[in-house]
């Protein structure tokens, strides 16, 4: 069936079978991979972006619910060539290392900062806490969203 | 690759005509809106409906409010708005303790009430909750309205009163004077299903326990709510005393599994700890002695 979404603000229609998942159309069909696809059961947060500004986890929402919605994924962070704070704080704390878990916990921690710009190393926590990191670099993800959240301020505040 | 197989899918934009399109699919139509519970079970073919109608468009269903002597919360509600609801938790504060450690918080941006309780998981914590605080839901058919009380509300593993071209509307829960609640969970790891979960609710009057409701979690095929339990306390002050026997009858009145989160008595001790804690807490709250 024929689905009409905007992804990343730019309206895209596409004939998809309605058991497509999020994260499939977005890669496969899109050709959107920063979008990454891991554990198939909602437990790991690879696949997460944001579906009408809330993070979801792509691979348990069905591309057909998001007819008519907008869809933000990690692609959309970047702006005329300046990273996303939050990218930018992952850069400068050395927030990943295999890179698996980064654009679902990059796009989690932005719908952190987007309701609470100022969050405590507890509620970053929490909020990740969908997300895992086989690599274990849960501290310097923490440290990369306090970076984010402090500059954005500072950007904002001058 | 998990990837569920092919239904039709058709997006509601009413109720009555959810309603009608239920009824006119069958028994293999389902409704689905988080779909957090149902897409996992799909991808697993542990089900597998021909036709799913989407009824995330009908916003007249997530809403939470007080309506004379009762708490009405829309089944199309959230989990993180259970969870931040000021009103829910000055009323029911089991909801927001059980919120707390449902899943994690992307999960709760998807993830309803309704949904919930329809799963009919026994492991789940609203469940638990709802049954404690003694709800009751709405299901709405082709016929109209009908309300069930959560102890007939659940009438298997899976399996709820909600029949074939129904749905769970809403659930209801009285306001009366002297309420205390609280929910207690174990899990292995944050986020996950409990090992045993444990809801209480108290209503004292004067120094004694007017009613209560005690439901346990993950330690049966169905939630578990703990009758006996509910008759020892009614009329009671609450005591320390009281609540051992409590924990006591939540040891032999469950029916626990051994698995990896561990053997039978294991389970069976803890969900008597459980439901001791969350009744003590229950009742702090009732007198407003929780700092």
Known sequence: MNVTMTVNGQEVTRDVEPRMLLVHFLRDTLDLTGTHWGCDTSNCGACVVHL????????????????????????????????????????????????????????????????????????????????????????????AVRWAAEHERAGQEG | MQTPASFEYERATSLDGAIAALNERGANARVIAGGHSLLPMMKLRLASPEHLVDINDLAELAYIREEGDEVRIGALTRHVDLLRSDLLAERFPVFRDAENVIADPVVRNRGTLGGSLCQADAAEDLSAVCSALKAKVVIRGSGGERVVGMDKFHIGPYMTAVGSGEILTEVRIGVRPGAGSAHEK??????????????????????????????????????????????????????????????????????????????????????????????????????????
């Open chain 1, 52 to 143: 009408d500004g809330k993070a979801v986890k792509s691979c348990t929402v069905l591309a057909v619910m998001c007819d008519g919605h907008r869809v933000d994924t990690v692609e959309s962070l970047e702006k005329d060539g300046e990273l996303d704070p939050i990218q930018q704080g992952f850069h400068e704390q050395h927030a990943l290392q295999c890179g698996f878990c980064t654009p679902g916990m990059i796009m989690t921690t932005r719908a952190l900062l987007n309701e609470n710009p100022n969050p405590t190393d507890e509620e970053i926590r929490i909020a990740i806490s969908g997300g895992i990191c086989r690599c274990t670099g849960y501290k310097n993800i923490v440290s």
């Open chain 2, 186 to 291: 174990v899990e292995r790891r944050a986020g996950d299903w409990a090992i045993a979960a444990a809801s209480a609710a108290v209503w004292i009057e004067g120094n004694a326990i007017a009613d209560a409701g005690v439901a346990l979690a993950a330690v049966g095929l169905t939630t578990i709510h703990l009758d006996r339990a509910e008759e020892l306390l009614r009329g009671k002050p609450p005591s320390d005393e009281v609540f051992d026997q409590v924990a006591t009858i939540a040891s032999e009145d469950c029916t626990p599994m051994p698995d990896g989160r561990g053997p039978v008595d294991y389970k069976r001790h803890l969900a008597g700890v459980l439901a001791k804690r969350a009744l003590q807490r229950a009742t702090s709250r009732a007198l407003h002695q929780e700092a």
